[in-house]
């Protein structure tokens, strides 16, 4: 109950942000959301799984630059279609490499899915001619459902429009997500994690339930990744570097990835917290990495844990 | 006969763990497997349930060669077993972790967006395997949080929950304290009648539940079948009774062992 009335707190807030709230900090939520999409697919990975993937940001990376090739390659302006191509293209890649890294676990698939993150980082930096190279690729504003809004000022555009436009991919995202992790495919992903042996006694193939996890996680990175560019109307290469896939690791960490909303309150203080100690201290890096060894150390249920405390695990781990 | 082994024989490296053994199990059978420790029993099961491929010989089950073939696709065919070590999945509670078993069974693990609490079938399924096990008061309790003894009848019920054609038990007693090996024995039996098992195979260390149980009771001894008989026949068998079984402890059942 206090569950569901905190959501509409949550809800309402975000809807009448941009009504209220100065330019700046709405458009600092346009990442939040962005991240938010990627993180709820990583953590069907993570936390449902079992599976820590350091790669993820070859997936953001795919989104990103989607949009990138499409608005200033050919005369696809619309969001809509952006977003299909990018989680089609997440999906497309997701399934080749996650058939290829589900067969192993633990270290094992982490770092064979980095070594599939750099190839493509390598590709994008290497390959000028097509991705521009380090300096990347323009992103030509999209149209949203149907209307072009070229004439309107770019804060205007940012902080209205693509504001809710986001807003509304992200909500989408966490009912679909919603469903996943509660239907009978959740539960079976929740075996294979526990225990595969017996998971497989059980008649579940454990690689097949791991190989749909990851693309599904590959195209909820993609969607997310397809979003982050238009804001800054550019991408480049370090969308899809490993710090990157560092980063979103970071954040489900930070939030917890023992639950369903942990990820999307770790991209919320993520995306916040580095904006404040980015204007305070130029080692914004050192702040964070003390934070992580904390989390780690002392909170390993991240923030979510934090305010479950008290409540039995069992309520605590769903 | 439902499962049939035709002269098995397993090595590993130069030692002979398996020599030629053969066997059946017809249906509406118990039997029980046993035999001193490096007998080969563990080594049988495996080669039974398809996780290990024996050096010679074949199993069949239900007439088809099913060596190699893997848990999932064994599962299918209407085979499922229990462990020696508790298996159970640590997070879920004891109603999650049946109805796993069930959406297993009914092939609905691919059920993306399906609701899971909405479905009926699932639901009524694992509620009443949870119910035969005597679980049904503890359905939300986390596995993890489980005495010992629920652990094993939740990964024997969850084998159930497949509702098998034939289920093999390895040592489903074990760790069990003796006063709640026969309660569990019980429902398993009966849970097997519900159900419609048509034969069980277990490796048993217990005679009490050996010989209280059993249809049938294959010995093993140094990787060969030293006895395939009835429980009288095998307790008449002198030679069978002294290499496998052991001459009876001076005061037989006065003070069990905490842990059997």
Redesign the interface.
Known sequence: MTGRVILALVTLAVLVLPLVAPAYYVLLMLPFMAYAVVLLGLNLLFGYAGLVSFGHALFIGIGAYTGAVLTTHTSVRSLEVILLAAAGLGAAAAMLVGALCVRYVKIYFGMLTLAFGMVFYTFLLKFYHWTGGDEGMRVLRPRLLGFALDAMPKVEYLAGPYYYYSLGVLAVATV?MW??V???????L??V???P?????????VTR?RW?AFV?SGVYAAVGGALLGPPTGNVDPTLAYWTQSGNIVFMTLLGGFASFFGPVLGAFAFIFLQDTVMSVVPYWRLIFGAILAFIVIVAPGGLMGLFARGRP??VA?R | MILEARDVTKFYGDFCALAGVSLGVRDGEFVSIIGPNGAGKSTLINVLTGALRPTSGAVRFKERDIHGI???AL??LGM????QLV???????VI??L???V???LG??????????G?RE?QEAALEVAELFGLGGKR???AR?LPQGDKKLL?VA??FA?RPEIILLDEPTSGVSTADKTAIMETLVAASRRIGCRAIIQVEHDMDIVFGYSDRIIALHQGKVLADAPPAAIKADRHVVDTVIGRPRPAPHPTPPAAG
């Open positions: 679909v469903r996943i509660h239907s009978p495919f959740g539960l079976c929740r075996t994690r526990d225990n042996a017996k998971a497989e006694a059980l008649g579940l193939g339930y749909h599904i695990r069992e781990a | 893997g848990p999932v599962t299918r499922a077993r229990s462990f298996h159970i999945f640590p997070d879920l509670t999650e972790t109805q796993a078993a959406v297993s069974r609905r693990g691919t059920r993306l967006l399906a609701s899971l609490a479905d699932v939300h309790v986390v949080q990964d969850s084998a497949l």
